[in-house]
T-cell receptor, first 119, second 113 residues
């Protein structure tokens, strides 16, 4: 149980285009979803937290107009990288929270990530 | 704010031997949870082990065990009988409120044949 599907797993696109990444909780309802960015050999950096039906909360230094997050339902959140440039190339990971950490063996269930390469 | 520190950026161990990864954290909370995650080259995040702060007994999952020292705010991971498949990045993580996770910087573990 508690499967999170992230799509696409890899995307390569030209500079200036917009890229959408989907994160779906397949067998549970996720009231909260998280988006992370990870550079090679580094830790996960939280970009934003999204709650179903409300605006996402962005971490300091993350441009909300650059990284658009939509959490329209309890099973789907999307991250759109707008007007992508080579410096946006990175590994992006989503996760979904099921319930209180005390009720589950872990607070977040992770997708398999998306490797984004901007040429 | 909570912080999690992993002081060993890289470690290596011979296959079948034991290795310990260090993690310290800082918090003013009394009730919290600690985790070790494994991220193999495939980049999936895999939960290895979890520890509730109110439990004195150290968590153990097969070859993986922790040494949780609450007073010292230390949470190390011991991997026994290391296997080649244990090669990965290992992240220590903390949560106290809701589902927010604070990650350490990671330790890159290489198991050598």
């Amino acid at each position: 149980g508690a499967v999170v599907s992230q799509h696409p797993s890899r995307v390569i696109c030209k500079s200036g285009t917009s890229v959408k990444i989907e994160c779906r909780s397949l067998d549970f309802q996720a009231t909260t979803m998280f988006w992370y960015r990870q550079f090679p050999k580094q830790s996960l950096m939280l970009m934003a937290t999204s709650n179903e039906g409300s605006k996402a909360t962005y971490e300091q230094g993350v441009e909300k107009d650059k990284f658009l997050i939509n959490h329209a339902s309890l099973t789907l959140s999307t991250l759109t990288v707008t007007s992508a440039h080579p410096e946006d190339s990175s590994f992006y990971i989503c996760s979904a929270a099921t319930s209180r950490v005390s009720d589950s063996n872990q607070p977040q269930h992770f997708g398999d990530g998306t490797r984004l390469s901007i040429l | 704010a909570q912080t999690v520190t992993q002081s060993q950026p890289e470690m290596s161990v011979q296959e079948a031997e034991t290795v310990t990864l260090s993690c310290t954290y800082d918090t003013s909370e009394n009730n919290y949870y600690l985790f070790w995650y494994k991220q193999p080259p495939s980049r999936q995040m895999i939960l290895v082990i979890r520890q509730e702060a109110y439990k004195q007994q150290n968590a153990m999952e097969n070859r993986f065990s922790v040494n949780f020292q609450k007073a010292a705010k230390s949470f190390s991971l011991k991997i026994s009988d290391s296997q080649l498949g244990d090669t990965a990045m290992y992240f220590c993580a903390f949560t106290a409120r809701g589902n927010m996770l604070t990650f350490g910087g990671g330790t890159r573990l290489m198991v050598k044949p």
